[in-house]
């Protein structure tokens, strides 16, 4: 049977570049391609046994996400099948429409089912992990940052949300409000207060902030009410890009409405032209490929202490 020394031995590396080509760790292209090319030949297959069942756990690891039909965890899903499918893994895709109780649901089948481990973007604030932590599984939380000892990779939400307005700032807008997420989420909370601390360095008042769902629904009900107040404002920041979608909707039907639209996210599908409102991209394929690789490394045995780690922005 070929085994990864011989494989290294092919391709003239350590086993240990060999190993980081398997985990989807950026090494050097030519010894990357020196890697493909040694497997290609001696027709290695990675030892799923040996390297992710030496704990007794499945291969398998399961992606509980909060809504996958948002492009932006589509996005993640394929970073994290690209590392997992690298070092033999199978993904169970899981979606908890946002829902606490059907987020327990699926740890708990993850634990039953001696799963290897868990990529999860929580459902609510303190997700249930406890049980999978007393077990020893592998645990890594994305998006939203829970106070659990785990890995986690999320983004500087602060940041983007200050970014957005920002960019309505500099065209010029002073009343400016927010439609955020649930007032739950962590995300939701400090992308608001990105925006907020933006407004007050500016000198600027503070908009009406709306908690809403982060949906297209939500967008829709939420610029409904702005449209309908008594002093609609001059710009909405929308905090993600189904609330963009759902904001972008409401106004293209009031015809006549000037109302400018800075949006943190890439839009998934437009209702009109929207190549000149400001948006602030995300990268949540990178998110979804450093959670696997954290999973991953503690699959094989990592034991320093957990990370949280926080993805530039652009």
């Not at 980081?20 to 760790?25: A, D, H, P």
């Not at 699926?106 to 001696?114: D, G, K, M, R, S």
Request: some cysteine; proline content about 6%; aromatic content about 4%.
């Amino acid at each position: 049977m070929v085994k990864i020394v011989d494989v290294a031995a092919r391709a003239g590396v350590s086993t240990a570049t060999v190993s980081r080509v398997l985990n989807g760790t950026k090494v050097r292209a030519d010894l990357e391609a020196a890697v493909h090319q040694a497997i290609d030949d001696l027709g290695y297959v990675p030892d799923r046994t040996a390297r992710s069942l030496r704990r007794r756990h499945s291969d398998v690891i399961a992606l509980v996400l909060p809504d996958v039909e948002n492009p932006f965890f589509t996005s993640v899903a394929r970073g994290v099948e690209d590392v997992a499918h690298a070092v033999g893994l199978s993904v169970v895709l899981c979606n908890t429409d946002d829902d606490e109780d059907k987020e327990q649901r699926y740890l708990t089948v993850a634990e039953y089912e001696n799963m290897a481990g868990v990529i999860l973007a929580p459902a609510g604030p303190t997700p249930a992990l406890d049980r999978l932590l007393e077990r020893r599984r592998a645990v890594v939380v994305i998006d939203r940052e829970v106070p659990d000892p785990v890995d986690q990779v999320i983004l500087d939400n602060w940041a983007l949300g200050r970014q957005g307005a920002e960019a309505l700032i500099a065209r010029g807008h002073r009343e400016i409000a927010c439609i955020t997420g649930p007032q739950t989420t962590t995300t939701a909370i400090e992308r608001a207060a990105g925006w907020r601390g933006a407004l007050e360095e500016n000198n600027l008042p503070i908009g009406r902030l709306i908690y809403a769902n982060f949906r297209v629904d939500g967008g829709r009900s939420a610029m409904r009410e702005l449209l309908h107040s008594d002093s609609p404002p001059q710009a909405v920041l929308a905090t993600n890009n189904l609330v963009g979608v759902g904001v972008l909707q409401m106004l293209s039907s009031q015809r006549g409405s000037s109302i400018d639209v800075g949006i943190i996210g890439d839009l998934p599908f437009a209702t009109s032209d929207v190549d000149h409102l400001p948006r602030v991209p995300l990268n949540p394929r990178d998110m979804g490929v450093l959670a696997a690789r954290r999973l991953v490394a503690r699959l094989q045995g990592e034991t320093d202490r957990p990370t949280v780690h926080v993805l530039p922005t652009a």
